[in-house]
């Protein structure tokens, strides 16, 4: 069996290793640019399943196992220093009591924490402003670019073709089967076709009469110089400001500042934004004021692919027999990565995804109008 | 004390053999190569390492070295610059 796997990012990596595990002789990815250069190697490496659907709790639960499983098999990094998502007002604790509820019935131990036990958690955080949290201590983080380039050399040791620097023009499909990918370098047959490819998924799965509502929203970390000063919670959240800014610090001592800001989706990658960094560091600063003294070293731009419910398209493409999509994670897709691999090697090779949740999430569900429901929203 | 070692990176402290040893694990692009030793993530922003390490890999994997920083982006700020500066262009 013949699988192309379009997009050499986290998700078709895993898709590959997990189709070569699998015993798939024949597995080639292809990327319009180097492997990892998309939303790969621009996020934050934070994780956490403490998340507001069933969907994301689930699977993201499942893949934090995987990556710890694989922190062992392939030797990655990771640490479980816990997310702290800060309350200023005191409404909205009430929300985070029900939220941990809803986590409870998963199984994931978040739990609310009172202004005295921030403290602890975090003594850096300014007393003044926060009035209680709520901490997930099995939620962390990552240094992204060393666990993608262990996975990529593992693919590539599994005997998998990554072909970088090749853009996909165009599915070529015959009857109820695509089969072939029209590239910049030529043609591409195989027997089944997988597409994880972020925003440029909606432009490929285009060219067979499919429509993915993906859009890219760009994003604006910034990363200041390294300092010995370290914080005790992998991601700390300002969640009563707008655009919750948060702040993390890698593995390397540099604090990495960001915030979900009002902005025109599909700008060019290269439309950067100085106004970023006041709107990223002002409320940030207020909530931990160590961030006043720091230097601003480097700023860059990713996007997030954004489906209607933020939550990833996964599964058969419609109507065709042997195309797949992964993609459209929204901002989660380094987190749920080994998931990703094998729920689509599943239905590949059995027909089925090995965790049923996952049906929730295929493409059909923007024709049904089963959209995926946040229960549990806070605020 | 380190012998014969060249160092091409002052920010992380990478040398010519830590490129050469990346580059024999199988690390086959510059842009993955760069990003995994942290070439041009210190506050020289790369000017003293890229240029060297893109040669060292060009010369290594028989490219150009146009074609090996093709993907290359500087970032701003050029030079690092302290925040307080940045949170005083907001408007009240």
Same mark, same amino acid.
């Given at each position: 069996?013949?699988?192309?796997?379009? $997009?050499?990012?986290?998700? $078709?990596?895993?898709?590959?290793?997990?189709?070569?595990?699998?015993?798939?002789?024949?597995?080639?990815?292809?990327?319009?640019?180097?492997?990892?250069?998309?939303?790969?190697?621009?996020?934050?490496?934070?994780?956490?399943?403490?998340?507001? @659907?069933?969907?994301?709790?689930?699977?993201?639960?499942?893949?934090?196992?995987?990556?710890?499983?694989?922190?062992?098999?392939?030797?990655?990094?990771?640490?479980?220093?816990?997310?702290?998502?800060?309350?200023?007002?005191?409404?909205?604790?009430?929300?985070?009591?029900?939220?941990?509820?809803?986590?409870?019935?998963?199984?994931?131990?978040?739990?609310?924490?009172?202004?005295?036990?921030?403290?602890?958690?975090?003594?850096?955080?300014?007393?003044?402003?926060?009035?209680?949290?709520?901490?997930?201590?099995?939620?962390?983080?990552?240094?992204?670019?060393?666990?993608?380039?262990?996975?990529?050399?593992?693919?590539?040791?599994?005997?998998?073709?990554?072909?970088?620097?090749?853009?996909?023009?165009?599915?070529?499909?015959?009857?109820?089967?695509?089969?072939?990918?029209?590239?910049?370098?030529?043609?591409?047959?195989?027997?089944?076709?997988?597409?994880?490819?972020? $925003?440029?998924?909606?432009?490929?799965?285009?060219?067979?009469?499919?429509?993915?509502?993906?859009?890219?929203?760009?994003?604006?970390?910034?990363?200041?110089?390294?300092?010995?000063?370290?914080?005790?919670?992998?991601?700390?959240?300002?969640?009563?400001?707008?655009? @919750?800014?948060?702040?993390?610090?890698?593995?390397?001592?540099?604090?990495?500042?960001?915030?979900?800001?009002?902005?025109?989706?599909?700008?060019?990658?290269?439309?950067?934004?100085?106004?970023?960094?006041?709107?990223?560091?002002?409320?940030?600063?207020?909530?931990?004021?160590?961030?006043?003294?720091?230097?601003?070293?480097?700023?860059?731009?990713?996007?997030?692919?954004?489906?209607?419910?933020?939550?990833?398209?996964?599964?058969?493409?419609?109507?065709?027999?042997?195309?797949?999509?992964?993609?459209?994670?929204?901002?989660?897709?380094?987190?749920?990565?080994?998931?990703?691999?094998?729920?689509?090697?599943?239905?590949?090779?059995?027909?089925?995804?090995?965790?049923?949740?996952?049906?929730?999430?295929?493409?059909?569900?923007?024709?049904?109008?089963?959209?995926?429901?946040?229960?549990?929203?806070?605020? | 004390?380190?012998?014969?070692?060249?160092?091409?990176?002052?920010?992380?402290?990478?040398?010519?053999?830590?490129?050469?040893?990346?580059?024999?694990?199988?690390?086959?692009?510059?842009?993955?190569?760069?990003?995994?030793?942290?070439?041009?993530?210190?506050?020289?922003?790369?000017?003293?390492?890229?240029?060297?390490?893109?040669?060292?890999?060009?010369?290594?994997?028989?490219?150009?070295?146009?074609?090996?920083?093709?993907?290359?982006?500087?970032?701003?700020?050029?030079?690092?610059?302290?925040?307080?500066?940045?949170?005083?262009?907001?408007?009240?």
């Amino acid at each position: 069996m013949r699988v192309l796997v379009v $997009g050499a990012g986290i998700s $078709g990596l895993f898709v590959a290793r997990e189709l070569a595990l699998r015993g798939v002789k024949d597995v080639t990815v292809v990327d319009s640019g180097y492997p990892g250069g998309g939303a790969t190697l621009r996020n934050l490496g934070c994780f956490r399943s403490s998340f507001t @659907s069933p969907e994301h709790v689930v699977l993201i639960k499942e893949s934090i196992r995987e990556w710890l499983r694989l922190r062992d098999e392939m030797g990655l990094s990771l640490e479980q220093r816990g997310y702290l998502w800060v309350a200023r007002k005191p409404e909205t604790l009430e929300g985070f009591r029900k939220l941990t509820e809803f986590h409870h019935q998963f199984g994931v131990p978040t739990r609310l924490v009172d202004a005295d036990e921030v403290r602890l958690l975090e003594p850096r955080l300014n007393a003044r402003v926060v009035v209680g949290a709520m901490f997930d201590p099995t939620a962390g983080r990552m240094p992204i670019i060393e666990n993608f380039v262990k996975l990529y050399l593992e693919v590539k040791r599994l005997g998998v073709r990554v072909v970088p620097y090749t853009r996909v023009t165009r599915l070529v499909p015959r009857g109820s089967r695509v089969t072939a990918a029209e590239t910049s370098r030529g043609p591409v047959e195989a027997d089944a076709f997988v597409v994880a490819a972020g $925003g440029d998924s909606r432009d490929i799965l285009a060219t067979v009469g499919v429509d993915v509502p993906i859009t890219d929203v760009p994003r604006h970390p910034y990363v200041t110089e390294p300092y010995a000063e370290t914080l005790r919670p992998a991601l700390i959240i300002d969640w009563d400001t707008p655009g @919750s800014p948060h702040v993390s610090q890698n593995e390397h001592g540099s604090f990495v500042l960001a915030r979900d800001l009002e902005d025109a989706p599909r700008v060019s990658i290269y439309s950067h934004r100085a106004d970023a960094i006041p709107h990223i560091l002002k409320p940030l600063r207020e909530l931990l004021p160590l961030l006043s003294g720091v230097n601003v070293l480097r700023y860059w731009m990713g996007y997030y692919d954004m489906t209607p419910d933020h939550h990833p398209i996964y599964g058969p493409v419609e109507p065709y027999e042997n195309l797949y999509v992964a993609a459209g994670f929204s901002g989660h897709g380094m987190m749920m990565g080994p998931v990703t691999g094998k729920l689509i090697a599943s239905w590949i090779l059995d027909g089925r995804p090995h965790i049923d949740v996952a049906r929730n999430l295929t493409l059909e569900r923007f024709k049904t109008g089963r959209l995926v429901k946040e229960l549990a929203v806070i605020g | 004390m380190r012998r014969e070692v060249t160092v091409v990176c002052r920010c992380n402290d990478v040398t010519r053999e830590d490129i050469l040893k990346a580059i024999e694990m199988g690390i086959d692009d510059f842009e993955l190569l760069r990003k995994y030793l942290r070439l041009g993530f210190g506050p020289c922003q790369g000017r003293s390492c890229v240029m060297i390490a893109a040669r060292i890999f060009a010369r290594a994997k028989g490219k150009s070295v146009e074609e090996v920083l093709s993907n290359y982006r500087v970032r701003p700020p050029i030079v690092p610059v302290p925040a307080k500066y940045f949170a005083r262009g907001l408007k009240p």
